[in-house]
Protein backbone atom coordinates (compact mmCIF):
# COMPACT_ATOMS: atom_id res chain seq x y z
CA UNK A 1 0.00 0.00 0.00
CA UNK A 2 1.01 3.51 -0.46
CA UNK A 3 1.36 5.72 2.50
CA UNK A 4 2.49 9.60 3.22
CA UNK A 5 2.88 10.01 6.75
CA UNK A 6 3.29 14.09 7.49
CA UNK A 7 4.51 13.97 11.56
CA UNK A 8 3.38 17.71 12.30
CA UNK A 9 0.59 19.25 11.75
CA UNK A 10 1.68 22.59 12.29
CA UNK A 11 5.24 24.40 12.29
CA UNK A 12 5.73 27.44 13.70
CA UNK A 13 9.45 29.59 12.75
CA UNK A 14 10.62 32.68 13.22
CA UNK A 15 11.44 34.92 9.78
CA UNK A 16 14.97 33.93 8.92
CA UNK A 17 14.73 30.58 10.53
CA UNK A 18 15.51 27.34 8.92
CA UNK A 19 12.64 25.32 7.92
CA UNK A 20 12.31 21.66 7.60
CA UNK A 21 9.27 19.87 6.99
CA UNK A 22 9.16 16.24 7.36
CA UNK A 23 7.60 13.46 5.23
CA UNK A 24 8.08 9.78 5.33
CA UNK A 25 6.40 7.21 3.06
CA UNK A 26 5.69 3.62 2.64
CA UNK A 27 5.85 2.06 -0.92
CA UNK A 28 7.22 -1.23 -2.07
CA UNK A 29 8.35 0.08 -5.48
CA UNK A 30 10.29 2.63 -6.66
CA UNK A 31 8.08 6.20 -5.85
CA UNK A 32 8.32 9.55 -7.38
CA UNK A 33 7.96 12.16 -4.43
CA UNK A 34 6.58 15.85 -4.95
CA UNK A 35 5.86 18.86 -2.57
CA UNK A 36 2.80 20.73 -3.04
CA UNK A 37 1.90 23.78 -1.47
CA UNK A 38 -1.65 25.48 -0.91
CA UNK A 39 -1.69 29.10 0.18
CA UNK A 40 -4.65 29.82 2.01
CA UNK A 41 -8.05 28.79 0.17
CA UNK A 42 -6.04 29.10 -3.26
CA UNK A 43 -5.54 25.55 -5.75
CA UNK A 44 -2.94 23.51 -4.56
CA UNK A 45 0.61 24.24 -6.66
CA UNK A 46 3.26 22.00 -7.75
CA UNK A 47 6.62 23.03 -5.16
CA UNK A 48 8.93 20.59 -6.46
CA UNK A 49 9.18 17.17 -7.30
CA UNK A 50 11.89 15.01 -6.63
CA UNK A 51 13.22 13.66 -9.83
CA UNK A 52 13.86 17.63 -10.91
CA UNK A 53 16.13 17.95 -8.17
CA UNK A 54 15.78 21.47 -8.28
CA UNK A 55 15.20 24.31 -5.81
CA UNK A 56 12.07 26.04 -6.10
CA UNK A 57 11.45 29.67 -4.10
CA UNK A 58 14.53 28.13 -1.76
CA UNK A 59 13.05 24.92 -1.13
CA UNK A 60 15.15 21.98 -1.93
CA UNK A 61 13.69 17.79 -0.96
CA UNK A 62 15.99 15.37 -1.23
CA UNK A 63 14.63 11.49 -1.44
CA UNK A 64 15.89 8.92 1.11
CA UNK A 65 15.22 5.79 -0.11
CA UNK A 66 17.15 4.44 3.21
CA UNK A 67 14.98 6.22 5.23
CA UNK A 68 12.14 6.55 3.56
CA UNK A 69 12.07 10.21 3.35
CA UNK A 70 11.42 13.28 1.30
CA UNK A 71 11.84 16.32 4.07
CA UNK A 72 11.09 19.97 2.56
CA UNK A 73 13.92 22.35 3.89
CA UNK A 74 14.69 25.57 3.42
CA UNK A 75 17.33 27.28 4.90
CA UNK A 76 15.91 30.98 5.81
CA UNK A 77 12.06 30.88 6.11
CA UNK A 78 10.13 34.28 4.79
CA UNK A 79 7.06 35.36 5.79
CA UNK A 80 5.28 34.58 2.39
CA UNK A 81 6.34 31.16 2.92
CA UNK A 82 3.55 30.36 5.07
CA UNK A 83 0.86 28.03 3.98
CA UNK A 84 0.12 24.47 4.02
CA UNK A 85 2.18 21.91 2.88
CA UNK A 86 2.06 18.42 1.29
CA UNK A 87 3.66 15.90 0.53
CA UNK A 88 2.64 13.34 -2.13
CA UNK A 89 4.04 9.85 -3.73
CA UNK A 90 3.14 8.47 -6.57
CA UNK A 91 3.68 4.74 -7.47
CA UNK A 92 0.96 2.28 -9.11
CA UNK A 93 -2.08 4.55 -8.50
CA UNK A 94 -2.90 8.24 -8.45
CA UNK A 95 -1.09 10.62 -6.48
CA UNK A 96 -1.62 10.22 -2.94
CA UNK A 97 -1.26 12.58 -0.20
CA UNK A 98 -0.11 13.39 3.14
CA UNK A 99 -2.17 15.03 5.81
CA UNK A 100 -0.16 18.09 5.14
CA UNK A 101 1.55 20.70 7.64
CA UNK A 102 0.49 24.20 8.11
CA UNK A 103 3.57 26.25 8.26
CA UNK A 104 3.62 29.38 10.26
CA UNK A 105 6.37 32.20 9.96
CA UNK A 106 5.99 34.74 12.68
CA UNK A 107 7.94 37.98 11.73
CA UNK B 1 -4.40 28.05 -21.04
CA UNK B 2 -6.91 29.38 -18.26
CA UNK B 3 -5.85 26.03 -16.13
CA UNK B 4 -8.31 23.35 -14.59
CA UNK B 5 -11.67 25.45 -13.93
CA UNK B 6 -14.18 24.12 -11.39
CA UNK B 7 -17.93 25.65 -10.45
CA UNK B 8 -19.08 26.32 -8.01
CA UNK B 9 -16.62 27.61 -6.08
CA UNK B 10 -19.07 27.61 -3.08
CA UNK B 11 -22.44 25.59 -2.74
CA UNK B 12 -24.74 25.35 0.08
CA UNK B 13 -27.23 21.98 -0.37
CA UNK B 14 -29.19 20.98 2.53
CA UNK B 15 -29.42 17.35 3.82
CA UNK B 16 -31.19 15.35 1.38
CA UNK B 17 -30.41 17.67 -1.34
CA UNK B 18 -28.20 16.85 -4.74
CA UNK B 19 -24.63 18.34 -5.30
CA UNK B 20 -23.15 18.91 -8.66
CA UNK B 21 -19.72 19.98 -9.11
CA UNK B 22 -18.45 20.35 -12.22
CA UNK B 23 -15.03 20.33 -13.83
CA UNK B 24 -13.00 21.33 -17.13
CA UNK B 25 -9.52 20.23 -17.62
CA UNK B 26 -6.71 22.06 -18.54
CA UNK B 27 -6.98 22.37 -22.86
CA UNK B 28 -5.18 19.23 -24.17
CA UNK B 29 -5.63 17.08 -20.77
CA UNK B 30 -6.99 13.84 -21.21
CA UNK B 31 -7.66 12.49 -17.74
CA UNK B 32 -9.20 14.08 -14.71
CA UNK B 33 -8.61 13.33 -11.04
CA UNK B 34 -11.38 14.39 -7.90
CA UNK B 35 -9.82 14.74 -4.37
CA UNK B 36 -11.90 15.12 -1.54
CA UNK B 37 -10.03 17.43 1.37
CA UNK B 38 -12.10 17.31 4.84
CA UNK B 39 -11.15 19.83 7.38
CA UNK B 40 -8.05 19.06 9.29
CA UNK B 41 -7.54 16.09 7.44
CA UNK B 42 -5.35 15.78 3.72
CA UNK B 43 -6.36 15.25 0.14
CA UNK B 44 -8.27 12.01 -0.21
CA UNK B 45 -8.13 10.46 -3.54
CA UNK B 46 -11.40 9.85 -5.23
CA UNK B 47 -11.51 9.05 -8.59
CA UNK B 48 -9.55 9.08 -11.75
CA UNK B 49 -11.32 9.90 -14.99
CA UNK B 50 -10.33 9.69 -18.77
CA UNK B 51 -13.10 10.48 -21.75
CA UNK B 52 -16.17 8.47 -21.50
CA UNK B 53 -14.31 5.71 -18.87
CA UNK B 54 -13.47 5.39 -14.98
CA UNK B 55 -9.99 4.44 -15.01
CA UNK B 56 -9.78 4.19 -10.67
CA UNK B 57 -12.65 4.60 -8.16
CA UNK B 58 -11.14 3.36 -5.49
CA UNK B 59 -11.75 5.87 -3.50
CA UNK B 60 -15.28 6.79 -4.09
CA UNK B 61 -17.74 6.48 -1.20
CA UNK B 62 -19.60 3.06 -2.25
CA UNK B 63 -23.03 4.99 -1.94
CA UNK B 64 -24.51 8.36 -3.29
CA UNK B 65 -21.30 9.30 -5.11
CA UNK B 66 -20.96 9.17 -8.75
CA UNK B 67 -18.45 10.59 -11.40
CA UNK B 68 -18.54 10.71 -15.19
CA UNK B 69 -16.60 12.55 -17.79
CA UNK B 70 -18.59 12.66 -21.18
CA UNK B 71 -17.13 13.28 -24.23
CA UNK B 72 -18.22 16.44 -24.46
CA UNK B 73 -18.41 18.46 -21.96
CA UNK B 74 -16.80 19.14 -17.95
CA UNK B 75 -16.27 16.37 -15.95
CA UNK B 76 -19.17 16.13 -13.28
CA UNK B 77 -18.60 14.81 -9.45
CA UNK B 78 -22.38 13.99 -7.94
CA UNK B 79 -23.19 13.76 -4.35
CA UNK B 80 -27.06 12.56 -4.37
CA UNK B 81 -28.67 13.05 -0.77
CA UNK B 82 -25.93 14.78 0.81
CA UNK B 83 -25.20 14.60 4.52
CA UNK B 84 -23.45 16.95 7.29
CA UNK B 85 -20.42 14.64 6.77
CA UNK B 86 -20.26 15.74 2.95
CA UNK B 87 -19.01 19.14 4.19
CA UNK B 88 -15.85 19.28 2.20
CA UNK B 89 -13.82 21.03 -0.17
CA UNK B 90 -13.90 19.15 -3.55
CA UNK B 91 -10.39 19.54 -5.86
CA UNK B 92 -10.45 18.46 -9.52
CA UNK B 93 -7.38 17.91 -11.34
CA UNK B 94 -5.84 17.27 -14.85
CA UNK B 95 -3.24 15.75 -16.68
CA UNK B 96 -1.83 15.68 -20.18
CA UNK B 97 -2.13 12.21 -21.97
CA UNK B 98 1.12 10.02 -20.91
CA UNK B 99 2.00 12.41 -17.97
CA UNK B 100 0.34 10.76 -14.73
CA UNK B 101 2.02 12.08 -12.42
CA UNK B 102 2.27 15.84 -13.63
CA UNK B 103 -1.16 17.08 -12.53
CA UNK B 104 -2.42 20.56 -12.16
CA UNK B 105 -5.66 21.53 -9.95
CA UNK B 106 -8.02 23.39 -9.80
CA UNK B 107 -9.68 26.00 -7.47
CA UNK B 108 -11.78 23.85 -5.80
CA UNK B 109 -15.71 24.06 -4.95
CA UNK B 110 -16.42 24.37 -1.15
CA UNK B 111 -19.79 22.09 -0.07
CA UNK B 112 -21.38 23.37 3.21
CA UNK B 113 -24.70 20.86 3.98
CA UNK B 114 -26.80 22.91 6.62
Known amino acids: AQRVTQPEKLLSVFKGAPVELKCNYS??????LFWYVQYSRQRLQLLLR??SRESIKGFTADLNKGETSFHLKKPFAQEEDSAMYYC?????????FGKGTRLSVIA | NAGVMQNPRHLVRRRGQEARLRCSPM?????VYWYRQLPEEGLKFMVY????????ESGMPKERFSAEFPKEGPSILRIQQVVRGDSAAYFC????????????FGEGSWLTVV
Open chain 2, 93 to 104: ASSPPGQRNTIY
Open chain 1, 27 to 32: YSGSPE
Open chain 1, 50 to 51: HI
Open chain 1, 88 to 96: ALSGNTPLV
Open chain 2, 27 to 31: KGHSH
Open chain 2, 49 to 56: LQKENIID
